[in-house]
């Protein structure tokens, strides 16, 4: 049997507002196993980004526990939550979030530099991920040169240079032309063939969703298989 890289066990989320309290997920329950492509659909304001926040420890969840790789990470310190997320997971958003000043090398290096590796292995790896992105030349681009596929594949490469167990995506395909997303899905599932890594996609790509392992709907407030 696979191991579970992420478990989400009875996830609530609960907002107040102007004396109001908004349910937005209510016992949500998701398993992630090594090597998997799981894709999450649902409507706009249903609480798919909100649900990839907790999931990745970015945002609390009212109840309920989320471990990644057989850690609570609710029951870690902010520091130690923050080292874990770097270590063992990768994201992907609908806007590459690259700094506009460094180049594609360097964008792709930081996760290993705030990791503490040292200078010129982070830059080999990042350099040895672009290649396997099909941008090896592109490394001394900045994200103003490079098209939207482009940038977007930096941002993979990115999520990827410290060989994470999951790979979070938030439409990673939503501000690319039909083309593009294409493109990126066969580079999604070259990368998960050839590392292992687990996926675990937001999207309202019908067509991406199809082509993962499992595909769930959120809707209010809960999963249900796809």
Same mark, same amino acid.
């Given at each position: 049997?696979?191991?579970?890289?992420?478990?989400?066990?009875?996830?609530?989320?609960?907002?107040?507002?102007?004396?109001?309290?908004?349910?937005?997920?209510?016992?949500?329950?998701?398993?992630?196993?090594?090597?998997?492509?799981?894709?999450?659909?649902?409507?706009?304001?249903?609480?798919?980004? &909100?649900?990839?926040?907790?999931?990745?420890?970015?945002?609390?969840? &009212?109840?309920?526990?989320?471990?990644?790789?057989?850690?609570?990470?609710?029951?870690?310190?902010?520091?130690?939550?923050?080292?874990?997320?770097?270590?063992?997971?990768?994201?992907?958003?609908?806007?590459?979030?690259?700094?506009?000043?460094?180049?594609?090398?360097?964008?792709?290096?930081?996760?290993?530099?705030?990791?503490?590796?040292?200078?010129?292995?982070?830059?080999?790896?990042?350099? +040895?991920?672009?290649?396997?992105?099909?941008?090896?030349?592109?490394?001394?681009?900045?994200?103003?040169?490079?098209?939207?596929?482009?940038?977007?594949?930096?941002?993979?490469?990115?999520?990827?240079?410290?060989?994470?167990?999951?790979?979070?995506?938030?439409?990673? &395909?939503?501000?690319?032309? +039909?083309? &593009?997303?294409?493109?990126?899905?066969?580079?999604?599932?070259?990368?998960?063939?050839?590392?292992?890594?687990?996926?675990?996609?937001?999207?309202?790509?019908?067509?991406?969703?199809?082509?993962?392992?499992?595909?769930?709907?959120?809707?209010?407030?809960?999963?249900?298989?796809?």
């Amino acid at each position: 049997m696979s191991k579970a890289v992420m478990q989400g066990r009875q996830i609530g989320k609960m907002y107040r507002d102007a004396g109001e309290e908004l349910q937005i997920l209510d016992g949500v329950e998701l398993v992630l196993n090594a090597g998997e492509q799981v894709a999450i659909m649902g409507s706009s304001g249903s609480g798919k980004s &909100t649900l990839l926040n907790i999931l990745s420890g970015l945002d609390k969840p &009212t109840d309920g526990t989320v471990e990644v790789v057989g850690q609570d990470l609710f029951a870690l310190s902010e520091a130690k939550r923050a080292a874990l997320r770097n270590a063992e997971l990768g994201f992907v958003y609908q806007f590459h979030h690259l700094l506009p000043e460094f180049s594609a090398l360097e964008n792709v290096a930081i996760p290993q530099l705030l990791g503490g590796r040292p200078v010129a292995e982070a830059r080999e790896r990042a350099a +040895q991920l672009l290649g396997d992105v099909g941008l090896a030349g592109r490394l001394k681009h900045k994200p103003g040169q490079l098209s939207g596929g482009e940038r977007q594949r930096v941002a993979i490469a990115r999520a990827l240079i410290n060989q994470p167990s999951c790979v979070l995506m938030d439409e990673p &395909t939503g501000n690319l032309d +039909q083309h &593009t997303a294409q493109e990126v899905q066969a580079l999604m599932h070259r990368l998960n063939e050839q590392f292992g890594i687990a996926f675990l996609v937001v999207t309202h790509d019908l067509e991406l969703a199809r082509q993962m392992d499992r595909l769930y709907v959120l809707e209010e407030g809960c999963l249900r298989q796809g």
